[in-house]
């Protein structure tokens, strides 16, 4: 499968779920760990899991596998490996406290909407 029809899917799944302010960073010009982050926010555990299960079925039936999913018991941070694409789900305070986005400031910033 295409990455870009995966980070699609993914995106769709997030939106399925009200995932809020999503973010897309093309990671491969500064690590090899991938080529994509999407990061996301749900408001609390419940929304959190929804939208990690979402994501986990929509790749699942596009014949993608998650190679690890950490933090998903507690949900404040659960972080899927797709292998070229790497996911994170937060709550809206390990989101802020983190700030994925300062730390992976020298990737490149995709809209949303390049993947619709």
């Not at 929804?50 to 699942?60: F, H, N, Q, R």
């Not at 797709?82 to 990737?107: A, M, P, Q, S, T």
């Amino acid at each position: 499968m295409d990455i870009k029809e995966a980070v699609k899917i993914a995106i769709n799944a997030m939106e399925d779920k009200k995932a809020t302010d999503i973010r897309v960073i093309d990671i491969a010009g500064v690590s090899t760990l991938g080529d994509y982050f999407l990061i996301a926010s749900g408001s609390n555990i419940n929304q959190v899991h929804a939208i990690t299960d979402e994501v986990e079925e929509k790749l699942g039936r596009a014949g993608m596998s998650p190679k690890q999913i950490e933090g998903y018991t507690n949900a404040n941070w659960v972080l899927m490996d797709y292998g070229d694409i790497i996911i994170h789900v937060f709550d809206e305070e390990n989101r802020l406290f983190y700030n994925l986005e300062k730390i992976w400031k020298d990737g490149k910033s995709v809209d949303v909407e390049e993947f619709k």
